[in-house]
């Protein structure tokens, strides 16, 4: 096989003496983008190519010009993205250097909305619903609307709040989102949106707001208000957005909005990563960029720092196939390596354990299990894998479960805060309940609306307190117009539940997160940890963790909409390892963008199976599923194997037959791998 081997700007402070040789510290593609002039700018950085390094250097570049701080706006897809680059600006040009406006969309949308919600008609102490929340009110909501799920074959509340995220990003009706993809629930349209209706009123009666109002609520106060609008228009002299590829139709309106004064709006991103659409991530965004910003200046950085030359000789050859890109070709910066490996085995078990054999095999040429991934396109298709790892003690972990802000014994304490912050939340107040014995949810709805009626304050008690609302509401004397309507087998736990709230509304434990949390667990919900969860221990250690990093934060505010930003869904963040202990990853390859491996194995590159069937229907979801394939080729640092079997079993009674190999196989050129038959 053969090898493949100045800126202008009119703001009135003065710059910053340069502490950075910017020439010195990146190469000549990176430098270009780095110091480009103001102006719209489209970055176009490939697979390890330094995107990170170009991003942060570009903003410690706008400092050392004399950019105010306040004035620039870096947008990013995660938390620890945003505080990553951060950590690296500080490095860079000292301790003290903040951007006080960078995180991600959601984050900068909720500090938005804290300070404006006014003006659409919501309190500033709204609570924000992660996932499970926004779900939960769903289905009450359904169930309000007298719909009978199993006589109309309803969607479950969770599939519903999918279809309906799914059209708020889009910014689209939900009927076109019925009709292109869930076309069997296309006779139920005028249903579901009756329940929209009622999940929008439930959400503004409560003052609540799910993920999607962050974006889309946002959006709406700078289109409405005019003032506030340009603010922020004049504010933000210069806009970074990273990860544009995975931007959604709101996004790219909010930064459209936001960068029309000034037009310094630098976009960085990778056309060929762009592998979200079925979250909502539009790649229009990326690709017409240009067509939108006539006057922008589009900068390539292909020089690759992650993969040997062979595999990125696959990769460009891989991403080659595709008709709408950007052109580019990822050039490498490493010496020679080995060329990728083919792998065809006779079925999916010999697969899996070719795939466990050769890890033990690396192992012992002294990789470790952490220096290797095997990414698959869909969970079902490790199967085998994990039956065969398990039989042969082979630790690993799975990037799938339950997110440490998302585990039941966290949401019921944090509840309790939620509750104490904002007394019409009742999704809070109704999960609190129902941890009583005795209270199911038709108990929990009555006591709910005795609460609510009985939580409200007059004007006169509110005089002198809060001027600018009309109503308040209180804890304390909701929770004692309840009490009368509890039965006999709650009573106990009730009494308990009431004095341990209005104990945590005194000032003195109210403002110290690490105090309530402590309270709660003090107050008898270290006793309900004990009789319901079998590792009562490592729960509880998780609670006392969530008291220290509850230390951080100023106000019960700032530490819950922290919170509901950390259950955000972040690709590659999966299970947490809890001991020294050597773990292969197993992965989705929409899980594992981002991430990189010394080994890598590609699994079930079959037709049928990646691409997915219906994916090849379609040019525009075969163009993204090559796309796939590519990322998943790009994690690979040093060796690469790409597996198929011949033969697969199905569950429908037919047995074994013969599979045809990935077309995007079959499309590679024989010169960029060597393939071996697994005997």
Same mark, same amino acid.
């Given at each position: 096989?053969?090898?493949?081997?100045?800126?202008?700007?009119?703001?009135?402070?003065?710059?910053? =003496?340069?502490?950075?040789?910017?020439?010195?510290?990146?190469?000549?593609?990176?430098?270009?983008?780095?110091?480009?002039?103001?102006?719209?700018?489209?970055?176009?950085?490939?697979?390890?190519? !330094?995107?990170?390094? *170009?991003?942060?250097?570009?903003?410690?570049?706008?400092? &050392?010009?004399?950019?105010?701080?306040?004035?620039?706006?870096?947008?990013?897809?995660?938390?620890?993205?945003?505080?990553?680059?951060?950590?690296?600006?500080?490095?860079?040009?000292?301790?003290?250097?903040?951007?006080?406006?960078?995180?991600?969309?959601?984050?900068?949308?909720?500090?938005?909305?804290?300070?404006?919600?006014?003006?659409? !008609?919501?309190?500033?102490?709204?609570?924000?619903?992660?996932?499970?929340?926004?779900?939960? +009110?769903?289905?009450?909501?359904?169930?309000?609307?007298?719909?009978?799920?199993?006589?109309?074959?309803?969607?479950?509340?969770?599939?519903?709040?999918?279809?309906?995220?799914?059209?708020?990003?889009?910014?689209?009706?939900?009927?076109?989102?019925? @009709?292109?993809?869930?076309?069997?629930?296309?006779?139920?349209?005028?249903?579901?949106?009756?329940?929209?209706?009622?999940?929008?009123?439930?959400?503004?009666?409560?003052?609540?707001?799910?993920?999607?109002?962050?974006?889309?609520?946002?959006?709406?106060?700078?289109?409405?208000?005019?003032?506030?609008?340009?603010?922020?228009?004049?504010?933000?002299?210069?806009?970074?957005?990273?990860?544009?590829?995975?931007?959604?139709?709101?996004?790219?309106?909010?930064?459209?909005?936001?960068?029309?004064?000034?037009?310094?709006?630098?976009?960085?991103?990778?056309?060929?990563?762009?592998?979200?659409?079925?979250?909502?991530?539009?790649?229009?965004?990326?690709? &017409?960029?240009?067509?939108?910003?006539?006057?922008?200046? %589009?900068?390539?950085? $292909?020089?690759?720092?992650?993969? *040997?030359? &062979?595999?990125?000789?696959?990769?460009?050859?891989?991403?080659?196939?595709?008709?709408?890109?950007?052109?580019?070709?990822?050039?490498?910066?490493?010496?020679?390596?080995?060329?990728?490996?083919?792998?065809?085995?006779?079925?999916?078990?010999?697969?899996?354990?070719?795939?466990?054999?050769?890890? #033990?095999?690396?192992?012992?040429?002294?990789?470790?299990?952490?220096?290797?991934?095997?990414?698959?396109?869909?969970?079902?298709?490790?199967?085998?894998?994990?039956?065969?790892?398990?039989?042969?003690?082979?630790?690993?972990?799975?990037?799938?479960?339950?997110?440490?802000?998302?585990?039941?014994?966290?949401?019921?304490?944090?509840?309790?805060?939620?509750?104490?912050?904002?007394?019409?939340?009742?999704?809070?107040? %109704?999960?609190?309940?129902?941890?009583?014995?005795?209270?199911?949810?038709?108990?929990?709805?009555? +006591?709910?609306?005795?609460?609510?009626?009985?939580?409200?304050?007059?004007?006169?008690?509110?005089?002198?307190?809060?001027?600018?609302?009309?109503?308040?509401?209180s804890v304390s004397a909701g929770l004692k117009a309840c009490a009368q309507k509890v039965g006999?087998?709650?009573?106990?736990?009730?009494?308990?539940?009431?004095?341990? #709230?209005?104990?945590? @509304?005194?000032?003195?434990?109210?403002?110290?997160?690490?105090?309530?949390?402590?309270? %709660?667990?003090?107050?008898?919900?270290?006793?309900?940890?004990?009789?319901?969860?079998?590792?009562?221990?490592?729960? +509880? =250690?998780?609670?006392?963790? #969530?008291?220290?990093?509850?230390?951080?934060?100023?106000?019960? $505010?700032?530490?819950?909409?922290?919170?509901?930003? =950390?259950?955000?869904?972040?690709?590659?963040?999966?299970?947490?390892? *809890?001991?020294?202990?050597?773990?292969?990853?197993?992965?989705?390859?929409?899980?594992?963008?981002?991430? &990189?491996?010394?080994?890598?194995?590609?699994?079930?590159?079959?037709?049928?199976?990646?691409?997915?069937?219906?994916?090849?229907?379609?040019?525009?979801?075969? =163009?993204?599923?090559?796309?796939?394939?590519?990322?998943?080729?790009?994690?690979?640092?040093?060796?690469?194997?790409?597996?198929?079997?011949?033969?697969?079993?199905?569950?429908? !009674? *037919?047995?074994?037959?013969?599979?045809?190999?990935?077309?995007?196989?079959?499309?590679?050129?024989?010169?960029?791998?060597?393939?071996?038959?697994?005997?």
């Amino acid at each position: 096989m053969a090898k493949a081997y100045q800126l202008k700007r009119d703001v009135p402070r003065q710059p910053r =003496e340069g502490q950075i040789d910017y020439r010195a510290e990146l190469n000549e593609q990176q430098w270009a983008a780095v110091t480009s002039p103001k102006g719209p700018a489209l970055v176009i950085a490939g697979a390890g190519a !330094g995107k990170t390094r *170009t991003l942060t250097y570009r903003v410690a570049y706008l400092l &050392e010009q004399g950019i105010p701080p306040e004035c620039i706006l870096l947008l990013t897809f995660t938390n620890k993205a945003a505080r990553e680059m951060m950590q690296r600006v500080g490095d860079l040009l000292g301790a003290q250097t903040l951007v006080p406006w960078g995180g991600t969309f959601h984050s900068i949308g909720a500090r938005m909305l804290r300070r404006h919600c006014d003006r659409i !008609g919501f309190q500033p102490d709204f609570t924000i619903m992660d996932r499970e929340d926004a779900t939960q +009110l769903l289905q009450s909501c359904i169930q309000s609307a007298g719909i009978d799920i199993k006589a109309t074959r309803f969607p479950k509340a969770k599939v519903l709040a999918d279809i309906l995220s799914l059209a708020t990003n889009r910014q689209c009706s939900v009927e076109h989102i019925l @009709e292109n993809q869930f076309p069997y629930f296309s006779h139920l349209a005028e249903e579901m949106a009756r329940v929209q209706q009622a999940y929008r009123r439930r959400k503004a009666e409560n003052h609540m707001m799910d993920f999607d109002d962050l974006l889309c609520r946002w959006l709406e106060c700078l289109q409405s208000e005019e003032d506030i609008r340009g603010r922020y228009q004049q504010q933000f002299q210069f806009i970074l957005v990273d990860e544009y590829q995975d931007t959604n139709k709101i996004q790219s309106d909010l930064v459209d909005i936001l960068a029309a004064t000034h037009q310094n709006v630098m976009v960085v991103g990778d056309d060929s990563q762009s592998i979200y659409s079925w979250r909502g991530a539009h790649f229009a965004n990326i690709f &017409e960029f240009p067509k939108r910003y006539q006057e922008a200046k %589009v900068y390539k950085i $292909e020089t690759n720092y992650r993969s *040997t030359p &062979e595999i990125l000789h696959l990769a460009n050859a891989i991403i080659g196939c595709n008709q709408h890109q950007f052109s580019k070709s990822l050039t490498p910066a490493r010496s020679p390596g080995i060329a990728p490996m083919l792998v065809v085995t006779n079925d999916a078990h010999e697969q899996a354990m070719f795939v466990a054999q050769k890890a #033990l095999e690396l192992r012992e040429e002294g990789f470790e299990l952490n220096d290797m991934a095997i990414l698959y396109r869909s969970h079902f298709h490790a199967m085998e894998l994990q039956m065969e790892l398990t039989s042969r003690n082979i630790p690993f972990s799975i990037t799938s479960g339950i997110r440490f802000f998302e585990q039941a014994h966290i949401k019921d304490v944090t509840a309790y805060i939620k509750l104490l912050c904002n007394p019409v939340d009742e999704l809070s107040f %109704v999960r609190l309940v129902r941890l009583l014995p005795g209270i199911g949810a038709r108990s929990a709805e009555k +006591l709910w609306k005795a609460f609510r009626e009985g939580s409200v304050l007059s004007n006169e008690q509110s005089e002198g307190q809060d001027p600018d609302w009309t109503i308040r509401y209180s804890v304390s004397a909701g929770l004692k117009a309840c009490a009368q309507k509890v039965g006999k087998k709650s009573k106990t736990a009730w009494d308990q539940f009431q004095c341990t #709230l209005e104990q945590m @509304e005194d000032p003195s434990l109210s403002q110290s997160i690490p105090g309530m949390i402590r309270h %709660v667990l003090e107050a008898g919900y270290e006793d309900y940890l004990k009789g319901e969860y079998s590792n009562y221990r490592n729960r +509880l =250690e998780d609670l006392q963790q #969530l008291a220290h990093y509850g230390e951080g934060f100023d106000t019960p $505010e700032a530490f819950l909409t922290q919170l509901a930003l =950390e259950t955000e869904m972040e690709p590659g963040r999966g299970q947490e390892q *809890t001991d020294d202990e050597e773990r292969i990853k197993l992965s989705s390859i929409h899980q594992a963008k981002g991430l &990189e491996f010394k080994i890598v194995f590609v699994i079930m590159l079959c037709e049928g199976l990646f691409p997915s069937e219906r994916s090849a229907e379609y040019e525009d979801s075969e =163009e993204e599923e090559r796309r796939l394939f590519y990322v998943a080729s790009t994690r690979a640092m040093n060796e690469l194997y790409l597996c198929y079997p011949l033969m697969r079993f199905t569950h429908h !009674g *037919t047995g074994d037959f013969m599979q045809n190999p990935s077309r995007f196989l079959t499309e590679l050129p024989k010169e960029v791998y060597e393939e071996i038959r697994v005997q």
